[in-house]
Nanobody, 115 residues
Framework: QVQLVESGGGLVQAGGSLRLSCAAS????????MGWYRQALGKQRELVAS???????NYTDSVKGRFTISRDNAKNTLYLQMNSLKPEDTAVYYC?????????WGQGTQVTVSS
């Protein structure tokens, strides 16, 4: 059984930083493509960043240069370092694991950026 648990969200002023973590249980972490998604109020969930098991990364344009995704396969943990946060980054952030044609989701963590 795969479980993903996010942490690290909170309230921060514009220009500040947060680091999200996603702890994964199960045996898929080292081989899964991992990603962070976000969903703002009234909007569709969107991909923020993803990382393959080999470390190749992909970012949505709006966060390039500000956010960094990383993974520690030994600790089964995914990270998202968010710098220079903007009010438009306010959303619930979800951890995702894509493995063997299945998608697994965490419960989400709220990030609120005040102006």
């Amino acid at each position: 059984q795969v479980q993903l648990v996010e942490s690290g969200g909170g309230l921060v002023q514009a220009g500040g930083s947060l680091r999200l973590s996603c702890a994964a249980s199960g045996n898929i972490f080292s081989t899964a493509v991992m990603g962070w998604y976000r969903q703002a109020l009234g909007k569709q969930r969107e991909l923020v960043a993803s990382i393959t098991r080999g470390g190749s990364t992909n970012y949505t344009d709006s966060v390039k240069g500000r956010f960094t995704i990383s993974r520690d396969n030994a600790k089964n943990t995914l990270y998202l370092q968010m710098n220079s946060l903007k009010p438009e980054d306010t959303a619930v952030y979800y951890c995702n694991a894509a493995y063997s044609f299945a998608n697994y989701w965490g419960q989400g963590t709220q990030v609120t950026v005040s102006s």
